[in-house]
């Protein structure tokens, strides 16, 4: 039996899984010309991003991994461009003709404010897991006045390292959300004199 040094065989190994990945990017190339052009795109993103780990991942309820038969279903429709089955005709919060882009979109059916809480919710539970032991959801910077009007809420405050420090993380549309989200941060600030930080 033949010893190899630790390191010639992680060279081996390397070797051997950039070949499997480059025959792999090959086959799914070739592949692609079958699709349209929205679909190729779609995928092409996905190889390229390597966006498929959560495809593998164990569906641990604990962590949130699980999805019904419907969530994966439909996660797995939008991510080779397809139309999920099932959906409406119209939208059951506002009466728009209802499509995928207005169902990720709707500001009545909660979609929007859902994925803003789940943000806020993850990214509390984030700085707690790193050790953080005052962390506040939604904290209040200003106060409303007797009007109920005027009021600023943070999305998360977090006390650490000798100072507080309070986030805002909008979830406009990526296509305008730098430009956007940086105008009402700034007006925030200088509106209400404080410092908030943001994530795009």
């Keep these: 039996m033949i010893m190899m040094a630790p390191s010639v065989l992680s060279k081996i190994k390397s070797k051997i899984l ?11 190339l070739a592949l ?6 929205v679909r ?9 991003c390597q966006c498929s780990g959560w495809l593998s991942v164990i569906p641990i309820e604990g962590n949130e991994f699980d999805m019904s038969p419907d969530e994966f279903r439909d996660s797995l429709a939008l991510r080779y461009g397809r139309t999920p089955i099932k959906m409406p005709d119209t939208c059951d919060a506002d009466g728009s003709v209802f499509d995928l ?5 709707c500001p009545k059916g909660g979609l929007v404010y859902g994925r803003h809480n789940e943000t806020r919710d993850l990214n509390c539970n984030l700085l707690e897991l790193a050790g953080f032991k005052q962390v506040c959801s939604e904290p209040v910077i ?3 006045d007797k009007d109920g009007n005027n009021g600023l809420r943070a999305d998360w405050g977090v006390r650490g390292f000798g100072k507080t420090e309070h ?3 909008s979830t406009t549309a990526r ?3 730098s430009g956007v989200q940086k105008v009402n941060l700034t007006n925030k600030s200088r509106h209400y004199n404080v410092t908030l930080y943001i994530y795009l």
């Design 142 to 144: 200003v106060e409303t």
């Design 167 to 169: 986030h805002d993380g």
């Design 40 to 48: 190729k795109r779609s995928i092409l993103r996905k190889v390229d």
């Design 18 to 28: 950039s070949i499997i990945d480059k025959f792999w990017k090959e086959d799914t």
């Design 101 to 105: 882009n207005h169902a990720l979109n």
């Design 175 to 177: 296509a305008t959300q």
């Design 32 to 37: 692609l010309d079958s699709f349209s052009e």
